[in-house]
């Protein structure tokens, strides 16, 4: 998981705060992920780049932007954050190919209050 | 679509217990399956993946799957539980239409007890 970092690893924010989460990563994919993790719900997608030109929606993308800086580098930002976005948010990238599995950055646990 | 379940919340076995944890899937085409293990405070890792030829395949830990095609069927399994494999386990099939898409089952918690 080292090589795939996040921060910050837990916060607390109020309603309609803008937050912003990063990720960083040393594997030199260029694909990157953004989940989010609910009880009972496994994991749903939020938005996914091909590199740093190519950004593309994944289910559940409402209330939710991205930037992706570098190859390395990749953002999720909460414009206005709410309660129901209360969740456990990882970092994800891949390799080329396939049939290539993903790697998991350590999460960033976020409460909405 | 594509989409993965996991029957089970939760399975519990006593060590040195065979275990199986259950994973159907539903897809177009030929699947691309993963099994990922999540540590508490920790990001999922990988444990195996299936995507042709041998229907048994082997991973980390002494885990392995066995891919059935017929049942639609990717579960995990492992001869001797440890209590050190107390964890929480997803499948996955990644999307054979947009590679750069995985669709997660909901997760099932493994309880090992000593």
């Known amino acids: 998981d080292a090589d795939v970092t996040q921060t910050p690893r837990n916060r607390i924010t109020k309603t309609g705060k803008r937050i912003m989460l990063e990720c960083s990563q040393t594997?030199?994919?260029?694909?990157m992920y953004w989940y989010r993790q609910d009880p009972g719900l496994g994991l749903r997608l939020i938005y996914y780049s091909f590199d740093v030109k190519d950004i593309n929606k994944g289910e559940i993308s409402d209330g939710y932007s991205v930037s992706r800086q570098a190859q390395a580098k990749f953002s999720l930002s909460l414009e206005s954050a709410i309660p129901n976005q209360t969740a456990l948010y990882f970092c994800?990238?891949?390799?080329?190919?396939?049939?290539?599995?993903?790697?998991f950055g350590p999460g960033t646990r976020l409460t909405v209050l | 679509a594509q989409s993965v379940a996991q029957p089970e919340d939760q399975v519990n076995v006593a060590e040195g217990n065979p275990l199986t944890v259950k994973c159907t899937y539903s897809?177009?085409?030929?699947?691309?399956l993963f099994w990922y293990v999540q540590y508490p405070n920790r990001g999922l890792q990988f444990l195996l993946k299936y995507i042709t030829g041998d229907n048994l395949v082997k991973g980390s830990y002494g885990f392995e799957a066995e891919f059935n095609k017929s049942q639609t069927s990717f579960h995990l399994k492992k001869p001797s539980a440890l209590v050190s494999d107390s964890a929480l386990y997803f499948c996955a099939v990644r999307d054979i239409r947009n590679f750069n898409k995985f669709y997660f089952g909901s997760g099932t918690k493994l309880n090992v007890k000593p």
């Open positions: 994800a990238t891949s390799g080329p190919s396939v049939v290539d599995e993903q790697f």
């Open positions: 897809v177009s085409g030929n699947p691309y």
């Open positions: 594997k030199g994919h260029d694909r």
